[in-house]
């Protein structure tokens, strides 16, 4: 967590130092990122960083925390702003804005880092774990449940779970160009329809 020294830093100089350190993390393998690159490319003295943070570990722990934060945020500005709250609708209605996200700011990417270097650095992906956990039964909460009233809760729970990780498999496949953006819509609304109305009725 980084020190209070950090966290009352002014927006600007703050922002300006989270955003170069993610530039170094992402553009560099962790084992090749020194304290010496992060402060030439952030532009501060190397007394500053500890004034900061604890270390290397620390500054890419805060930095995974605050790209998850980032899609939450997007993902809660999606729910204030749709005309739907059935979770079948919402998931197939942004399913577009959701690859768009993915494919125009740095998530993906630093996501797709972040656990492919992980083991090098020790990254709490219990703490992932229950924020994603958290952040689903934040919007099962906001969905209308009507057309999945008859399950109990750890059910529904379940189906916002699947159909999120089906959405992030299928815009992973046209990001890594395994499949057309229209190829992975039309799987992803079959298998929303599926689970929507039962097999007997797609």
């Keep these: 967590m980084p020190k209070s020294t950090f966290l009352n830093l002014a927006s600007p ?3 300006h130092i989270e955003n170069k350190a993610r530039e170094v993390f992402l553009n560099n393998p962790y084992n090749k990122v020194t304290i010496s690159l992060i402060v030439k490319t952030v532009g501060i003295p190397r007394g500053s960083f500890y004034q900061y943070f604890e270390d290397l570990e620390d500054l890419y722990q805060y930095l ?3 790209t998850i934060n980032e899609y939450e945020t997007y993902v809660y500005g999606r729910l ?6 059935d979770m079948f609708s919402f998931a197939k ?6 690859y768009r996200f993915l494919k125009t700011t740095d998530y993906y990417e630093l996501m797709r880092k972040f656990f492919k270097e992980r083991h090098m650095i020790g990254i709490n992906i219990d703490f992932f774990q229950k924020k994603k ?10 969905f209308n ?13 379940k189906l916002v779970r699947l159909i999120s990780h089906l959405k ?10 395994k499949s057309t953006y229209d190829e992975a819509y039309e799987d992803f609304s079959f298998y929303v329809d599926m689970l929507s109305h039962g097999v007997k009725e797609v």
């Design 13 to 15: 100089k703050r922002n």
């Design 64 to 66: 995974f925390e605050q």
């Design 80 to 85: 204030e702003n749709s005309p739907t709250t």
């Design 93 to 98: 209605e942004g399913f577009e804005s959701d």
């Design 133 to 142: 956990s958290k952040f689903h039964e934040m919007m099962l909460r906001r």
């Design 145 to 157: 449940k009507e057309n999945v009233s008859h399950l109990p809760h750890d059910k529904q729970l």
């Design 168 to 177: 992030f498999q299928l815009i992973h496949k046209i990001i890594s160009d």
